[in-house]
């Protein structure tokens, strides 16, 4: 009987070997059910190039995804959202990922990459949400932060959290 192959969407990112969106969204979906008594929040971190716009080389990647990981605290999740976004799932109440969130952005800032800054969204999470949803505000967020320029950390408030 032939092995049926790795579902490709599970695997890890192939160049910061961070988890990928899908075990993100798994991730928010287990984490939200309890974040009623232990509030989370969900940051994404968006990459802004100042130069020509071209995609950042896998090297300039893999540098942020080590300073990223080397910012976050032990119990923070970090993953890749997208091409030039990551994802860490904090902790914590959306109002304080904030100061969290300047610390990741600032760490972008000072990885050595020419002409490279960051932006962050922020979105909390709720037992009601769905992990969809969270990513979504997120994204929101990190959209409206990256019209503004690098630097900017947005938070969204729509919600209760």
């Known amino acids: ?7 490709r969407d599970n695997a890890v990112d192939p160049v910061t070997l961070l988890p990928t969106r899908v075990q993100l969204l798994e991730r928010i979906t287990e ?3 309890s974040s009623a008594v232990a509030p989370a929040a969900l940051v994404l971190i968006g990459l802004l190039r100042r130069d020509d716009g071209r995609p950042l080389p896998a090297d300039g990647l893999h ?5 990223l990981s080397a910012s976050t605290r032990s119990d923070d999740w970090l ?3 997208g091409p030039t976004e990551f994802a860490v799932l904090l902790d914590g109440a959306a109002a304080d990922a904030e100061t969290a969130s300047n610390r990741l952005v600032a760490a972008v800032a000072a990885a050595g990459v020419a002409g490279l800054t960051a932006c962050a969204g922020i979105a909390g999470l709720s037992p009601d949400t769905s992990a969809g949803e969270v990513h979504r505000r997120a994204t ?3 959209t409206a932060a990256r019209s ?3 630097g900017r950390v947005i938070r969204y408030s729509g919600s209760r959290r």
């Not at 009987?1 to 579902?7: E, H, L, N, S």
């Open 140 to 142: 929101l967020c990190l």
């Open 1 to 7: 009987m032939p092995i049926a192959p790795a579902r």
């Open 31 to 33: 984490r939200a059910s």
């Open 148 to 150: 503004v320029g690098g």
């Open 79 to 81: 993953a890749r959202s």
């Open 63 to 67: 540098r942020v995804a080590g300073l």
